[in-house]
């Protein structure tokens, strides 16, 4: 079946443009996450979706950075005003079950924004 | 707090040697769950193995093979008579079982991973 998609897989931005990156996670998969991943560095959680809920968003680095997944499917990020410390590779990953259970988080081909 | 080092940051080798990617955790939780994970140039993380806490037992799955030692917490990947196709980045993870993080992975640094023909 269908992996993650992400779309669009490049973006450039100005500084101070709004973006929105789009994530379509594997059908029937309760939860997905976000993470951003700096040049040379491990990807770092965002926030996490279990379906449309938004539980948990303590990794979002500031007020400019909103995401959302209204009917508990596609997901989409989007930052305002971008800053160039924004610039990096943006990872969506979705997983079947909830919080509990030892299942695995699957992961898109990520959006690399940059930010001039 | 939950912590993976991966101490290596780029490794390089000729094909056909054996290498070994080492991954150190840190963690509280008594369950918890450990991953590797690729990167090729691409961009895309590829699964490539999830174990358990209690688990401790080895696996081998064709050319990759991984230790897991809770003594000393850690969880090594061999890749035995390495490939060109191999050269990628490759992180391990670690999720708690519970708590707020929602079960959200944290990942090390990654180690770059460079097989010469």
């Known amino acids: 079946g269908a992996g993650v998609s992400q779309s669009p897989r490049y973006k450039v931005a100005k500084r101070g443009q709004d973006v929105a990156l789009r994530c379509d996670p594997i059908?029937?998969?309760?939860?997905l996450f976000w993470y951003q991943q700096a040049l040379g560095q491990g990807p770092e959680f965002l926030t996490y979706f279990q379906n449309e809920a938004q539980l948990d968003k303590s990794g979002l680095p500031s007020d400019r950075f909103f995401a959302e997944r209204p009917e508990g499917s596609v997901s989409t990020l989007k930052i305002q005003r971008t800053q160039q410390e924004d610039s990096a590779v943006y990872l969506c990953a979705s997983r079947l079950q909830r919080r509990e259970g030892p299942d695995t988080q699957y992961f898109g081909p990520g959006t690399r924004l940059t930010v001039l | 707090a939950q912590k993976v080092t991966q101490a290596q940051t780029e490794i390089s080798v000729v094909e056909k040697e054996d290498v070994t990617l080492d991954c150190v955790y840190e963690t509280r939780d008594t369950t918890y769950y450990l991953f590797w994970y690729k990167q090729p140039p691409s961009g895309e993380l590829v699964f490539l193995i999830r174990?358990?806490?209690?688990?401790?037992q080895n696996e081998i799955s064709g050319r990759y093979s991984w230790n897991f030692q809770k003594s000393t917490s850690s969880f090594n990947f061999t890749i035995t008579a390495s490939q060109v196709v191999d050269s990628a980045v490759y992180f391990c993870?670690?999720?708690?079982?519970?708590?707020?993080?929602?079960?959200?992975?944290?990942f090390g640094k990654g180690t770059k991973l460079s097989v010469k023909p």
């Open positions: 993870a670690l999720r708690g079982y519970y708590g707020g993080s929602q079960g959200n992975l944290i």
């Open positions: 059908s029937g998969h309760v939860s």
């Open positions: 174990r358990n806490s209690f688990d401790e």
